[in-house]
């Protein structure tokens, strides 16, 4: 336990040090970092060939450009590294394009096109706050993608700026390239009832081949201020599966943060899917079980070293219920300090 502290300790101090680089791009472009990473150990897992794993990793490195080209005109290119997540690949850290667009704005609307962010979980996730932790819900279930390739039209529909639309339509297949003929269409609507009380309703249809079409809606309630922030959704995917009855997930999550002193904050959520997840244990980082359905918990405490620099420590959990023969996996366990910094 002693040399886990310590190497957690040293992993600290040597990216902190990093964290001290800027770097400045004439009078219209900015270049800006974003990079999340762990010391982790697993200390109870439902896979008994993963308990005692435990060493360092990046979930996240962003490299981003951004760049002001007209009153109108705007665009962003953005590289995305990760370490494999999956326990078992070990490989070198790969850049993957994850922003790639061009944004025409006029008053309160816009309209991007390329790989852009989705309407699914981004006002989720900012709510939540804490992606350096954890994905959002339904990120974390594979319910979506945060990125596609398509075109996205946002805006406001009232003068007072309360009701807002996101609509996008897209390949559905990430940021990847398109391989069939099918389309994703999105939607979020949300009316902020309060300078800080928000709410929303989304839904999408992804047009896959054959028939394995998926749905999805989600509701959503949030409100954010300056010291505290409290989000609650529900949501529903249909995945049609052509030669078995169709798989339905629900959803529901509460989570929350606050601050206590000028340079720490705590957090918490939990997450209750209600049905096995056949693509959990493929998820990276966290591989949750298929065998029956889950409880997530994480919590921690977020303690800022400089305005830009902040250390987590925190852990995360997955509780299950009883699978088709009465028996409950075991219950995952993961404690981990996290490291999260931009420039």
Known sequence: MKRRILLCLMFAFGISMLAKAQV???????????????????????????????????????????????????GRFRLDM????????????EPTVKDAWLKWSADDHSITAGITSTPTWRLVEDVWGYRSVEKSPLDLYDFGSSRDFGLSFKGNLDSADKLTYHFMFANGNSNRTELNKGKKFMLALGYHLTENFVIQGYADWDDRPGNTDRYTT???????????????????QLRKIPTAPDLNLDIVSLFANSRVSETVKIFGRIDHLFDQNPTGPGN?????SDEAESTFLTTGVDVALEENIHLIPNIESVIYGEDTSGNRPETDIMPRLTLFYKF
């Open 24 to 74: 400045n791009v004439g009078d219209n472009g900015t270049l800006s970092g974003t990079v999340f990473g762990d010391y982790y150990w697993i200390s109870s897992n439902h896979d008994a060939e993963l308990e005692g794993n435990n060493g360092f990793w990046f979930r996240r490195i962003y490299f981003t450009y951004d760049h002001q080209l007209s009153d109108s005109f705007s």
């Open 82 to 93: 990760s370490s494999a997540g999956d326990f078992t690949t070990n490989a070198k850290l």
């Open 218 to 236: 989600q509701a959503f309630a949030g409100y954010q201020s300056d010291t505290f922030n409290l989000g609650a959704l529900y949501a529903y």
């Open 284 to 288: 990276d980082y966290l591989p949750i």
